[in-house]
């Protein structure tokens, strides 16, 4: 079975522009959960999708964004980019809401904001 | 919220020789503590976990032990291999709903061969 997948590997983008990331999650898995990772540092909790809904917001602000389709596929958006969003994005699925069980990583996405 | 810290930061060891890797925790909800692994162009991966009601749990080489009192976790590799280098991440969490995991820093371990 495919594990986590997410599109583009890599990007680069200038500040002011927005981007879109896109995962799919494994089959079977409605919940989905996006975090930053910045260089040297622990992936950090941005959001987390189940049904379709938001369930959970980390400590980011407005400028990002995120949905999850009927295929339980999810896109982060990020609007008016800074330098201090360069990062790996991940994503990450499971079977259920809460996080007190494996959370499925997919390879992430790395974005270089210029 | 919570706050996770780990040290060290980096690690190096002889193969063969064992790790250990340490956690402090600061919020006294939380009941689970996964240990995730991250290897060069992937994403973090679970090696082993373990939950408030258990003090200790091994799986073949790697062990995690937990102590609930002094909100410290730690992070056994026994007999390291060269493919135990990577990066590894604790992680803490509540477990319920809306209570993600909170991460820490990391710690590069390097197995010298």
């Known amino acids: 079975d495919a594990g986590v997948t997410q599109s583009p590997t890599h990007l680069i983008k200038t500040r002011g522009q927005h981007v879109t990331l896109r995962c799919s999650p494994i089959?079977?898995?409605?919940?989905v959960s996006w975090y930053q990772q910045v260089l040297g540092q622990g992936p950090q909790f941005i959001f987390q999708y189940y049904e379709k809904e938001e369930r959970g917001r980390g400590n980011f602000p407005d400028r990002f964004s995120a949905r999850q389709f009927p295929n339980y596929s999810s896109e982060l958006n990020v609007n008016a980019l800074l330098l201090g969003d360069s990062a790996l994005y991940l994503c990450?699925?499971?079977?259920?809401?809460?996080?007190?069980?494996?959370?499925?990583f997919g390879p992430g996405t790395r974005l270089t904001v210029l | 919220g919570e706050n996770v810290e780990q040290h060290p930061s980096t690690l190096s060891v002889q193969e063969g020789d064992s790790a250990v890797i340490k956690c402090t925790y600061s919020d006294s909800a939380s009941n689970y503590f996964p240990w995730y692994k991250q290897e060069l162009g992937k994403g973090p991966q679970l090696i082993i976990d373990?939950?408030?009601?258990?003090g200790e749990k091994k799986d073949q080489r790697i062990a995690v032990t937990l102590n609930k009192t002094a909100k410290h976790f730690s992070l056994h590799i026994t007999e390291t291999q060269p493919e135990d280098s990577a990066v590894y991440f604790c992680a803490a969490s509540p477990g319920g709903p809306f209570t993600p995991l909170v991460f820490g820093k990391g710690t590069r371990l390097s197995v010298i061969a």
């Open positions: 990450a699925s499971s079977l259920k809401t809460s996080f007190d069980n494996e959370q499925f």
């Open positions: 089959s079977g898995h409605k919940s």
């Open positions: 373990i939950r408030s009601n258990v």
